[in-house]
T-cell receptor
C-alpha cells in the first residue's frame, strides 16, 4: 500500500465551479499535511498546510482534515482556468520528519 | 536570485557516466531534500538531511548517493547513470514547519 494516495485524474470542472481534490494516507501517526500546486514544467509551490482536524480556509482554498478516516481534501471555490495544474498532497509524521508525496491529481478548469 | 538553486538545469548523459546534481540555498534552513519526479508518480524521496552530519535514505535511494558539504549545499550523485534514472530532480529545503521550498528542478536524460 502506498503511503499517500490520490486520484490521478484528470479532473475537469467548469469555470466557477468547486473543485474537490482528495488524499488518503496510511500512517496513522501522521500529524502534518500539505497541499502543493505544480504548473506544467514548474516546481511545486505550497498552497495550504493543515495540522488539526477540521477545515482551514485561505481565500478560495479550503483544506479539510479527518485523522480518524486518514483523509485530507482540498476544495477550490470559484475555480479559474489559472487553477489548472497538478495538485500534490504531502504528509509527514511531524513537522520535523521527512515529507512524503502522493502521485498528484491533474485539474483542468474549463472556461 | 532564487532561494534554492539547482545546477545544472538540464543534462544529457550516457549510460555508465557519473553525474552530480548540485543544490544550494540561501534560506538558512537546516533541512534539505532530494526528490525525483516521473510522470504519474508524483515526487519520490531519494535522500534527506536534517543537518550537516545527518543523512537519511528515502524511498528510492538505490543508485544514488548524496553529500552535505555545508548547511547551504546538498549534492546528489549518480555513480553510474542508467536510462531509468531519466527524470526531473528537485531539491527542497524546509525550516521547522515542514513546508518545503523547491528549486527549479534539474532535468536529467540518460541515453
Amino acid at each position: 500500500q502506498k503511503e499517500v494516495e490520490q486520484n490521478s485524474g484528470p479532473l475537469s470542472v467548469p469555470e466557477g465551479a468547486i473543485a474537490s481534490l482528495n488524499c488518503t494516507y496510511s500512517d496513522r501517526v501522521s500529524q502534518s499535511f500539505f497541499w502543493y500546486r505544480q504548473y506544467s514544467g514548474k516546481s511545486p509551490e505550497l498552497i495550504m498546510s493543515i495540522y488539526s482536524n477540521g477545515d482551514k480556509e485561505d481565500g478560495r482554498f479550503t483544506a479539510q482534515l479527518n485523522k480518524a478516516s486518514q483523509y485530507v481534501s482540498l476544495l477550490i471555490r470559484d475555480s479559474q482556468p489559472s487553477d489548472s495544474a497538478t495538485y500534490l498532497c504531502a504528509v509527514s509524521q511531524t513537522s520535523y520528519d521527512k515529507v512524503i508525496f502522493g502521485p498528484g491529481t491533474s485539474l483542468s478548469v474549463i472556461p | 536570485d532564487a532561494d534554492v538553486t539547482q545546477t545544472p538545469r538540464n543534462r544529457i548523459t550516457k549510460t555508465g557516466k557519473r553525474i552530480m546534481l548540485e543544490c544550494s540555498q540561501t534560506k538558512g534552513h537546516d533541512r534539505m531534500y532530494w526528490y525525483r519526479q516521473d510522470p504519474g508518480l508524483g515526487l519520490r524521496l531519494i535522500y534527506y538531511s536534517f543537518d550537516v552530519k545527518d543523512i537519511n535514505k528515502g524511498e528510492i535511494s538505490d543508485g544514488y548517493s548524496v553529500s552535505r558539504q555545508a548547511q547551504a549545499k546538498f549534492s546528489l550523485s549518480l555513480e553510474s547513470a542508467i536510462p531509468n534514472q531519466t527524470a526531473l530532480y528537485f531539491c527542497a529545503t524546509t525550516a521547522d514547519t515542514g513546508e518545503l521550498f523547491f528549486g527549479e528542478g534539474s532535468r536529467l536524460t540518460v541515453l
